[in-house]
């Protein structure tokens, strides 16, 4: 049973910085995809930034410049480094992985989520 946990959440004035992590159980080598998603109040979940295999990135229009996605191999850890951070980035924050084993075959592994608030 793969389990992800997210650490780094909490509260943080409009303009300052915060750094999530994501730590799995197994090696995130295993994995196809590993990104971030976030679901704030009343909106859909959407997604944030994404690692692809072969370490290709990509991000959402609305952080592109502010958020920067990486990843510990040996750590067994996924990151979101957050800057420059405005009110409309308050959500729930998902770690989530994907691993495809054949054609329609996918197994996806989310975390429990963790809030981060900016306040203005």
């Known amino acids: 049973q793969v389990q992800l946990v997210e650490l780094g959440g909490g509260s943080v004035q409009a303009g300052g910085s915060l750094r999530l992590s994501c730590v799995a159980s197994r090696s995130i080598s295993t994995f196809d995809v590993m990104g971030w998603y976030r679901q704030a109040a009343g909106k859909e979940r959407e997604l944030v930034a994404r690692?692809?295999?072969?370490?290709?990135?990509e991000y959402a229009d609305s952080v592109k410049g502010r958020f920067t996605i990486s990843s510990d191999n040996a750590q067994k850890t996924l990151y979101l480094q957050m800057n420059s951070l405005t009110t409309e980035d308050t959500a729930v924050y998902y770690c989530h992985a994907q691993r495809a084993v054949v054609v329609e075959t996918v197994y996806d592994f989310w975390g429990q989520g963790t809030q981060v608030t900016v306040s203005s």
């Open positions: 690692l692809r295999s072969g370490n290709r990135i």
